[in-house]
């Protein structure tokens, strides 16, 4: 059973860096097919998709936000680091991190997988307001 | 990456069954039998109930059920039951290591 938990500030001033962890646990971050990803939620709004990180430290970003966003891995904690800089009132959120399966089918040699998030932390609000 | 277009409410009768569409364009959706479905009650987190277009995660009701067809897929659920009133999110791989959700649909059961 592989969980995961958010944490980071709760409120943050325009133009601040945001930076939030995921604690995950039962499952190393450095098992081959473990990747995780965030992603938010505004209020009342969808959830956007924003960056992942795998067991390779391989690092993908949303378009609209790659040049904000830093996706990272500190595996003595396993833990995956997200920031955000240059925080804004529309950035006001609930964060989510959620892994991402990777296997290998048949046990191929290839990776695969269906980019869905099975486990989800239960996310973390944060507010930027001045 | 544009967000997949879904519509903003449907609503159905307990027992009866709805569809709700998801569609995408020819580099997500129309590229890729990667989509997923998550169903996310008020307040609570989202939850997985279709992944790869059709498939089940186990222990969510075959009441729900997923497909594909170009750039567009479908939810479908059936036997629509109280519990179901919630919002329902699809999202597809869109290449190159990134994901796109839709906008989201609410869903009343009257």
């Known amino acids: 059973q592989v969980t995961l938990r958010e944490s980071g500030p709760a409120l943050l001033r325009p133009t601040q860096t945001l930076t939030l962890t995921c604690s995950v646990s039962g499952l190393s971050l450095n098992t081959p097919g473990m990747c995780v990803g965030w992603i938010r939620q505004a209020p009342g709004k969808a959830l956007e998709w924003l960056a992942l990180i795998d067991w390779d430290d391989d690092e993908f970003y949303s378009t609209s936000l790659r040049t904000r966003l830093t996706i990272s891995r500190d595996t003595s904690k396993n833990q995956v680091v997200l920031t955000l800089a240059n925080m804004d009132p529309v950035d006001t959120a609930i964060y989510y991190c959620?892994?991402?399966?990777?296997?290998?089918?048949?046990?191929?040699?290839?990776?695969?997988?269906?980019?869905?998030?099975?486990?989800w932390g239960l996310g973390t609000l944060v507010t930027v307001s001045s | 990456q544009s967000a997949l277009t879904q519509p903003a409410s449907v609503s159905g009768s307990p027992g009866q069954s709805i569809t709700i569409s998801c569609t995408g364009t020819?580099?997500?959706?129309?590229?890729?039998?990667?989509v997923s479905w998550y169903q996310q009650h008020p307040g609570k987190v989202p939850k997985l109930i279709i992944y790869?277009?059709?498939k089940r995660p186990s222990g969510v009701s075959d009441r729900f059920s997923g497909s594909k067809s170009g750039n567009a897929a479908s939810l479908t659920i059936s036997g629509l039951q109280s519990e179901d009133e919630a919002t329902y999110y699809c999202?597809?791989?869109?290449?190159?290591?990134?994901?796109?959700f839709g906008g989201g649909t609410q869903l009343t059961v009257l």
């Open positions: 959620a892994r991402i399966p990777w296997e290998q089918p048949g046990g191929a040699a290839a990776w695969y997988s269906g980019y869905y998030f099975d486990y």
């Open positions: 999202s597809s791989y869109a290449g190159g290591q990134t994901l796109v």
């Open positions: 020819s580099s997500d959706v129309g590229s890729y039998n990667l």
């Open positions: 790869e277009a059709n």
